[in-house]
C-alpha cells in the first residue's frame, strides 16, 4: 500500500475514514436519532454524499453522524484539509448495519415479508367458497426468492 507523502517525506493523507474507537454492538442506534432519521440512514445502498446526508438529518447532522460513527453504524470518509482538518465527504454503512438494514427497515415501517403475506391471504380466501378458483392459482403461484 503507497501512503501519499508531501515534498518532505512527510505523510500526507488526502482522505481518512472515521469509524469507532471501540468494539460496538452489531446494532444498537444511538437513542437521539428518530424513527424517521434511522429509516433514511438504512435505506443507504451503498455510499450516501454529505449533502445528502445533510439534508436528510438536518441542521444537527453532524452531531448525529457522530453518534453513529460511535454506536458503529457508518464509516465517514473525509477529505483532509491543510494537514489538521477535514470537511465530510460521504458515509457507508458498516457490514453489521448493512446486513441488518432489510429487516430492520421492515420492522420500522410495519412491512410484513411476501411469504408471510402469501400465507396470511391463501388462508383467508380458504374460507371463502367463491374464491376457489383464484385461492388456486394463487397457491400455485411462485414467490420472488424461492
Known sequence: MRVPRDRR????PRQVDLVA???VSPYEPPPTLTTRQLIKVLRTKSTKRWPTIQADLGDNAWHIV?????CGAVIL???VVNATGYSPRSWTLTQSWAELAEDKLAELQ???HPED???ELLDIM???PQLAHEHALLANTPLAGS
Open 126 to 128: 380458504s374460507d371463502v
Open 110 to 112: 410495519g412491512r410484513q
Open 117 to 119: 403475506l402469501h400465507r
Open 66 to 70: 457522530v453518534d453513529l460513527i460511535r
Open 77 to 79: 470518509r473525509c477529505d
Open 9 to 12: 517525506r512527510r505523510i500526507n
Open 21 to 23: 474507537d471501540h468494539p
